[in-house]
Nanobody, 127 residues
């Protein structure tokens, strides 16, 4: 199986920044659509951002657009989420997800569209 390992979470003041990383095993990382999801206590897992295999297209939830940036370095098998201007509403466990290539080039925004998941990294925002 492909293994995804998130890192970079922690405690940050409101208005601050964090960069999350997701390191993937395997030689086929460069073919995966990669996304970030988050889940706060008592809430459903929600889409945050996605990036296509070649990094040519990105997608963001309205709640993070303009503040978060997803990127990838296929040579390092790593996807990043740069989070700026953090708000208390951003506090959650953040999960990295990967999707194997399909005939369809669609980018799913629901968790069920992804094949691989990391264990999550916690982001806490203090006021």
């Amino acid at each position: 199986q492909v293994q995804l390992i998130e890192s970079g979470g922690g405690l940050v003041q409101a208005g601050g920044s964090l960069r999350l990383s997701c390191a993937a095993s395997g030689r086929t990382f460069s073919s995966y659509t990669m996304s970030w999801f988050r889940q706060a206590p008592g809430k459903e897992r929600e889409f945050v951002a996605a990036i296509t295999a070649g990094g040519d297209n990105t997608y963001y939830a309205d709640s993070v657009k303009g503040r978060f940036t997803i990127s990838r370095d296929n040579a390092k098998n790593t996807v990043y989420l740069q989070m700026n201007s953090l708000k208390s509403e951003d506090a959650a466990d953040y999960y990295c997800a990967g999707r194997r290539p399909r005939f369809s080039a669609t980018v799913p925004l629901a968790p069920g569209g992804y094949d691989y998941w990391g264990q999550g990294t916690q982001v806490t925002v203090s006021s």
